[in-house]
């Protein structure tokens, strides 16, 4: 085996792909090709790329898993203006949840002060990842909420992470006492999305 198989969740010990059911976010970075062909059109074309390359350096640790000497618990792939996280679940999701909802909260506050807008969504569902291919049948939901459903820079949860945030809130004697009550508020339209709500505050 070797070490880009060693450092992919999404492989077993031999090197197979292996299609896990997953935490999924596909996040979208707004108006990203508008500001490519401004910046080139204007002459400030390297200025946007290191204005992109800073607000990354500065940000991307707080969704990239980077588990030294261990097989990572969750992967990253980027491109273009796409970004897609697959986190393996082991249980009933709400560790993995959690830990997506607090990282993503302070991710898309550190792009939007860097001046980048981000909308996304998140859905419960099988997925294989690599360098090269994303596959299954959560991006596509993740995707679908993120072009239908986000409307906003926001994240919203697609119909299966919110029916899994209803199970996990079922298991807390009060609503408030659950830590996922701090992560998410439900808009006008009735979608549940993740706040920055505290760390703005």
């Known amino acids: ?10 492989r077993d010990e031999s090197g ?4 896990r059911r997953s935490v999924v976010t596909f996040i979208d970075i ?5 500001q490519v062909k ?9 200025a946007l790329l290191i204005s992109l390359r800073n607000a990354f350096d500065e940000t991307y640790h707080h969704i990239k898993d980077e588990a030294k000497g261990n097989r ?6 980027g ?3 796409n970004i897609v996280i697959g986190y393996p679940v082991l249980h009933d999701a709400e560790p993995e949840m959690g830990y997506m909802f607090s990282n993503l909260c302070t991710f898309q506050l550190m792009m939007t002060i860097h001046g980048f807008f981000i909308r996304g969504g998140m ?7 690599d360098d090269e291919i994303v596959f299954g049948e959560g991006l596509i939901e993740a995707y679908e909420s993120e072009k239908n459903l986000a409307r906003d820079p926001r994240i919203v949860l697609s ?3 919110t029916e899994y945030v209803d199970y996990h809130l079922k298991s807390y004697a009060r609503v408030e006492a659950a830590p996922q009550y701090d992560s998410l508020l439900r808009d006008r339209d009735g979608q549940v999305f993740l706040t920055n709500l505290l760390i703005i505050i």
């Open 1 to 10: 085996m070797n070490e880009n198989q060693f450092q992919n969740p999404y």
């Open 159 to 161: 119909g299966s992470a």
């Open 72 to 77: 990572p618990l969750w992967l990253v792939k």
């Open 30 to 34: 707004l108006g990203y090709q508008g």
């Open 79 to 81: 491109f273009t203006d």
């Open 16 to 19: 197979k792909p292996l299609i």
């Open 38 to 46: 401004k910046a080139v059109e204007a002459g400030e074309g390297e």
């Open 123 to 129: 859905a419960i569902g099988d997925l294989y990842m």
